[in-house]
T-cell receptor, first 113, second 112 residues
Framework: DTGVSQNPRHKITKRGQNVTFRCDPISEHNRLYWYRQTLGQGPEFLTYFQNEAQLEKSRLLSDRFSAERPKGSFSTLEIQRTEQGDSAMYLC???????????FGSGTQLSVL | GENVEQHPSTLSVQEGDSAVIKCTYSDSASNYFPWYKQELGKGPQLIIDIRSNVGEKKDQRIAVTLNKTAKHFSLHITETQPEDSAVYFCAASRTGNNDMRFGAGTRLTVKP
């Protein structure tokens, strides 16, 4: 499979709990992006990695959010002390070059109760 | 920063008719404009894109037009089929910027 893979597909958690999502990009893509999408809206940029370096973060990415991409391969997005407002679809995308086609995974749907 | 507006938010057409979705952008430096199709429970899938050095691009039943002066671009789907039913997003970005901005989406329904 050459697509972007995200796990888990769905996550239900209680407010205050920590959650972690994983993204495996297309293998030859060194650029990896995290987006958040709420119902009826387009994806909103959260953060970007080039190889293992996190080069850009949106102001949407509060202190409770942290993303890593060790070894420049897969990436994880962790949300600490989840709030109901964190409920959304978290999308991962990868690309071969900047300002180029983004290939998205199927996302992780987070529900915070 | 870039702001992308998309219209209409919903669009219903009869099978075989054409569908047109329009987007405007604010950053005159934007030079890359992709269109994505998102089906229920899936991530957005790129269907066509255009760069600012081209005014029109076509791929079978799908075409995109770009007017740089007016800062708007449009998606045209001809001979629509029920499987075209989905949410479509336009987006804009520029060289050196990793923050691709998306429109709010258009829910297209093709009635058989």
């Amino acid at each position: 499979d050459t697509g972007v893979s995200q796990n888990p597909r769905h996550k239900i958690t209680k407010r205050g709990q920590n959650v972690t999502f994983r993204c495996d990009p297309i293998s030859e893509h060194n650029r990896l992006y995290w987006y958040r999408q709420t119902l009826g809206q387009g994806p909103e940029f959260l953060t970007y990695f080039q190889n293992e370096a996190q080069l850009e973060k949106s102001r949407l990415l509060s202190d409770r959010f942290s993303a890593e991409r060790p070894k420049g391969s897969f990436s994880t997005l962790e949300i600490q002390r989840t709030e109901q407002g964190d409920s959304a679809m978290y999308l991962c995308a990868s690309s071969f070059r900047t300002n180029e086609k983004l290939f998205f995974g199927s996302g992780t749907q987070l529900s915070v109760l | 920063g870039e702001n992308v507006e998309q219209h209409p938010s919903t669009l219903s057409v009869q099978e075989g008719d054409s569908a047109v979705i329009k987007c405007t952008y604010s950053d005159s430096a934007s030079n890359y404009f992709p269109w994505y199709k998102q089906e229920l429970g899936k991530g957005p899938q790129l269907i066509i894109d255009i760069r600012s050095n081209v005014g029109e691009k076509k791929d079978q039943r799908i075409a995109v037009t770009l007017n740089k002066t007016a800062k708007h671009f449009s998606l045209h789907i001809t001979e629509t089929q029920p499987e075209d039913s989905a949410v479509y997003f336009c987006a804009a970005s520029r060289t050196g910027n990793n923050d691709m901005r998306f429109g709010a989406g258009t829910r297209l329904t093709v009635k058989p």
